[in-house]
């Protein structure tokens, strides 16, 4: 069974830091390409950042240079450092799983950014 802890959200004042962590089992992690997307109150989900198993990284634009994902295979873990938060970073974050066909998501943790 796959399963996915996500945790690190919570409330931050505009230009403050978090780390979202993803911890994944059932799945042989190395092989999987992890990502980390969010969902706005009236908006579509989007990517945020993508992290192959190799450790290429592709950002949205948005959070260029302000958040970075990174991978520990040895803990089954993919994290994103989010720094420089806006108000309009706040969402729910979502991590993911993809291999070939195969692709995983987990339940969320809400990020909210006000002062």
């Not at 999987?32 to 990284?57: D, F």
């Not at 592709?58 to 803990?75: E, L, W």
Request: net charge neutral; proline share 3%.
């Amino acid at each position: 069974q796959v399963q996915f802890v996500e945790s690190g959200g919570g409330l931050v004042q505009p230009g403050g830091s978090l780390r979202l962590s993803c911890a994944a089992s059932g799945i042989t992690f190395n092989m999987y390409s992890m990502g980390w997307h969010r969902q706005a109150p009236g908006k579509q989900r989007e990517l945020v950042a993508i992290i192959n198993s190799v450790g290429g990284t592709h950002y949205a634009d948005s959070v260029k240079g302000r958040f970075t994902i990174s991978r520990d295979n040895d803990k089954n873990t993919v994290y994103l450092q989010m720094d420089s938060l806006t108000p309009e970073d706040t969402a729910v974050y979502y991590c993911s799983a993809r291999f070939s066909s195969s692709e995983y998501w987990g339940q969320g943790t809400q990020v909210t950014v006000s002062s």
